[in-house]
């Protein structure tokens, strides 16, 4: 398992960035993120990732691109976010290239219980007989523990299939954990008392726009009652 600074530094990176990203308290996050090179060794990929909200009762898992919308965030500035934080990820396969060590083709990251968990994984994802859709499908019952009545019937095939290809039980993959500090000081995209870049400033700006047309809104519905 490669263990240099600069992936240290980039692991610290990736967990501030996904406190920032999600914009309530949660209890647990699952992302995924693919990393391939096609033509001319041009690197592609995809990422998502799903968070659990904190409560007592069980709820669903968020998607990351449900956050804008759920939470009045404008989108374009959202999604410069998630490109940032993919872009991180893309620095963690450079420094394993740099290192001269063997390429991963995916990751999962798990932050729960006050621990970061990165499980690589080198398969060959165009060798494995699965459509990017079946992945996700296999990747949401594996990690976010989605029970199977969730599924459709296709899907639940998917599920059935990979159970009986024994992909569950894989030993091509290879995991790094760190114990975080149970109270991280982290802020998030709607915790801006104090801003301290452009980024932020830009996303408080539009939130509180957004605010006032709303409160104007609320002030002339009431002026037309009287």
């Known amino acids: 398992m490669l263990d240099t600074p600069r992936l240290k530094k980039l692991y610290k990176e990736i967990q501030t960035s996904i406190y920032y990203m999600i914009p309530e308290k949660w209890s647990s996050v699952y992302l995924y993120a693919s990393i391939t090179e096609k033509v001319y060794k041009i690197p ?66 798990s932050i729960k219980d006050n621990n970061f968990e990165v499980e690589y994984n080198y398969d060959s994802i165009d060798d494995w007989n699965y459509s990017n859709d079946d992945r996700k499908v296999i990747w949401k019952y594996k990690y976010l523990g989605t029970d199977t009545a969730a599924f459709n ?22 995991k790094y954990i760190e ?36 409160n104007n809104q609320i002030l002339a519905s009431i002026d037309s009652r009287d």
């Open 44 to 109: 592609i990929g995809e990422m998502f990732f799903y968070y659990f909200p904190k409560g007592i009762l069980k709820k669903r898992p968020v998607n990351v691109y449900e956050i804008p919308g759920k939470f009045n965030i404008d989108e374009d500035i959202y999604m410069k976010l998630v490109k940032d934080l993919y872009n991180s990820i893309q620095k963690l396969r450079e420094e394993y290239i740099k290192n001269n060590q063997k390429i991963w083709t995916s990751l999962t990251i």
């Open 153 to 174: 019937r296709k899907e639940r095939a998917v599920i059935q299939r990979y159970l009986s290809d024994n992909k569950l039980n894989n030993n091509n993959e290879e």
């Open 179 to 214: 114990t975080m500090y149970k109270k991280p000081i982290h802020k998030n995209i709607l915790d801006y008392d104090k801003p301290d870049n452009p980024l932020e400033q830009n996303v408080i700006k539009k939130l509180e726009e957004r605010k006032r047309k709303v």
